[in-house]
């Protein structure tokens, strides 16, 4: 969540979510984006007030994350047996 006034994003994490495509992250985002802002109306601590004069919106972002690659460990072939 951000202030739109103040240009601060206080809490920011990461969902853990994996995408094999950026329009697949767009569009979980903008899901998840709006459900957590209409449950903002129906806190205590965001009412809607609160909302209107901090100008507060939920924001996103689409990142890809580089994650080491694991290294293939091939065993040594077999020795053939001779008769």
């Known amino acids: 969540m951000c202030s739109v006034l103040s240009g601060q994003c206080p ?3 990461y969902t853990g ?16 984006a709006y459900g957590t802002f209409k449950n903002l109306e129906n806190t205590e601590e965001f009412d809607s007030g609160y909302i209107e004069n901090s100008k507060i919106v939920v924001k996103f972002q689409c990142e890809e994350i580089k994650t080491p690659q694991e290294k293939l460990i091939i065993p ?7 008769t």
Do not use: L
Not at 17 to 32: A, D, M, N
């Open 76 to 82: 040594p072939k077999k020795p053939k047996i001779t």
């Open 17 to 32: 979510h994996s995408f094999p495509t950026h329009t697949e992250c767009v569009e979980f985002g903008y899901r998840i």
């Open 11 to 13: 809490s920011y994490h």
